[in-house]
């Protein structure tokens, strides 16, 4: 079993910037991907940005130019750089981990950590 926790969130003015972490435990050997997704008010959860092994990315189209993911494989560690944040980025962001390749499935997840951005 994987235990994901982040850290990171909070309150932050349009334009800001914020860096979410992520630390994984337990079986992380079996670790292949990992990621961020999102979850807004009334809004399904979506995809953010995943992450292979090999640096692989996928990012969503609204945060591209935006938004870095990095990973740290010897730390178990996955961050996101989020810059030039809007109010529509507003939502509770969940880090994510899977066993396979696919950059679109994910077998863990954390509690999610809020990131408010305000107008």
């Known amino acids: 079993q994987v235990q994901l926790v982040e850290s990171g969130g909070g309150l932050v003015q349009a334009g800001g910037s914020l860096r979410l972490s992520c630390a994984a435990s337990?079986?992380?050997?079996?670790?292949?991907?990992m990621g961020w997704y999102r979850q807004a008010p009334g809004k399904q959860r979506e995809l953010v940005v995943g992450i292979r092994r090999d640096g692989t990315t996928k990012y969503a189209d609204s945060v591209k130019g935006r938004f870095t993911i990095s990973r740290d494989n010897a730390k178990n560690t996955v961050y996101l750089q989020m810059n030039s944040l809007k109010p529509e980025d507003t939502a509770v962001y969940y880090c994510?981990?899977?066993?396979?390749?696919?950059?679109?499935?994910?077998?863990?997840w954390g509690q999610g950590t809020q990131v408010t951005v305000s107008s």
């Open positions: 337990g079986s992380t050997f079996s670790i292949n991907v």
């Open positions: 994510t981990a899977g066993d396979g390749l696919d950059l679109t499935h994910y077998d863990y």
